[in-house]
């Protein structure tokens, strides 16, 4: 059974940096993508960033102008999200998610991913 399992969330500061971590068991984790979305309240589910099976190939969304980072460590089966310069909008419920669907390259899109994890949610204060 494939589990990835989220934490890192809660309430945060307008301001401040977030990391999140995603542990990942029952998969071979080093020959999956990994990717982050989130999901604020009342608007869809939308992609944040990812990272290879190989550690060189990431992608980023645009909407982020440089305050994400993505990396992972396959000896422990963990991928992390690091968002600084946090803003009240970065609110969301934030997933974890694996893909081997195009030979575990990055991708944006949520149905090139095939588990994903509950997910752990961000509030942040302005």
């Known amino acids: 059974q494939v589990l990835l399992v989220e934490s890192g969330g809660g309430l945060m500061q307008a301001g401040d940096s977030l990391r999140l971590s995603c542990a990942a068991s029952?998969?071979?984790?080093?020959?999956?993508?990994m990717g982050w979305f989130r999901q604020a309240p009342g608007k869809e589910r939308e992609f944040v960033a990812a990272i290879g099976w190989n550690l060189e190939d990431s992608h980023y969304s645009n909407s982020f102008a440089h305050r994400v980072t993505v990396s992972r460590e396959n000896t422990k089966n963990m991928v992390y999200l690091r968002m600084t310069n946090l803003k009240p909008e970065d609110a969301a419920t934030y997933y974890c998610?694996?893909?081997?669907?195009?030979?575990?390259?990055?991708?944006?899109?949520?149905?090139?991913?095939?588990?994903w994890g509950q997910g752990t949610q961000v509030t942040v204060s302005s």
């Open positions: 998610a694996a893909s081997r669907t195009i030979g575990g390259l990055t991708s944006p899109y949520e149905e090139n991913y095939d588990y």
């Open positions: 029952g998969l071979t984790f080093s020959n999956y993508a």
